[in-house]
Nanobody, 117 residues
Framework: QVQLVESGGGLVEPGGSLTLTCAAS????????MAWYRQVPGKQRESVAR???????DYIEDVKGRFTISRDDASNMMYLRMTDLETRDTANYYC???????????WGQGTQVTVSS
């Protein structure tokens, strides 16, 4: 059974930092490109950061220089280090695993990040 479990969300003041974690099980982690998405109510889910198995990362313009995506294939973990958080970063953040061999996608249940003073 495949599971992606996010953690690390919470309430933080503007300018603060958080690190999100995605723990994967039931998949061969190295065969998946990993990504973080976020969604606010009433809006489409958007890709925030992606990281291939080969270590190539890309980010949406809005978070460049503030967010860092990383992965540890040995422990089936992915991270999103978020710094200099702004109120517009408030969203539910989701972990995504996309197979490099097929159209198979897996999602976590999400973790809420709220940036507010």
């Amino acid at each position: 059974q495949v599971q992606l479990v996010e953690s690390g969300g919470g309430l933080v003041e503007p300018g603060g930092s958080l690190t999100l974690t995605c723990a994967a099980s039931g998949i061969t982690f190295g065969f998946f490109n990993m990504a973080w998405y976020r969604q606010v109510p009433g809006k489409q889910r958007e890709s925030v950061a992606r990281l291939s198995g080969g270590g190539i990362a890309d980010y949406i313009e809005d978070v460049k220089g503030r967010f860092t995506i990383s992965r540890d294939d040995a422990s089936n973990m992915m991270y999103l280090r978020m710094t200099d958080l702004e109120t517009r970063d408030t969203a539910n953040y989701y972990c995504n695993a996309a197979s490099i061999f097929s159209a198979t996608n897996y999602w976590g249940q999400g973790t809420q990040v709220t940036v507010s003073s």
